[in-house]
């Protein structure tokens, strides 16, 4: 069962002018962006308008010297480039979780959302509301 709900972008794979994925994050009760999960390939009217709305992130982004794998259960670590967490963006989410509390599954991106502010998007580990 998939359901619609938003999260934060903290990252992409790639580059931040041909991005491939998104990694996702949430704010949790502290504060601090926890990673939730990744995203499938971008579809391409997203791909091609995003590079324009992401800045690169400082050394100050929560998930600075973090490696991500490349697939899962991989060794390969994913090339990816940390962004300022600003944008949010509606994803379809499998409601199945790790027992970290991330996104089990690869999430579809469906579109941005201009009305959301990061402070708007659940806190991590919430259930995924029916959307």
């Known amino acids: ?5 938003d999260a934060i972008i903290g ?10 994925t998104l990694l996702l994050g949430r704010y949790d009760p502290t504060g601090r962006l926890r990673y939730t999960g990744r995203s499938t390939v971008l579809p391409r009217p997203l791909a091609t308008t995003l590079p324009a709305r992401l800045s690169p992130a400082g050394e100050e982004h929560p998930w600075t010297g ?3 794998s490349a697939t899962w ?3 390969a670590a994913l090339t990816v480039v940390l962004v300022v967490p600003e944008l949010v963006v509606e994803v379809r989410a499998d409601v199945s979780r790790d027992s970290a509390g991330r996104w089990r599954h690869p999430v579809k991106p469906v579109r941005l959302r201009d009305d959301l502010a990061p402070a708007d998007v659940p806190l991590f580990g919430d259930a995924t509301p029916s959307n």
């Open 73 to 75: 259960g991989a060794k």
């Open 11 to 20: 990252a992409v794979s790639r580059s931040l002018t041909d991005p491939a």
């Open 1 to 5: 069962m998939r359901n619609t709900t």
């Open 66 to 68: 973090r490696t991500f």
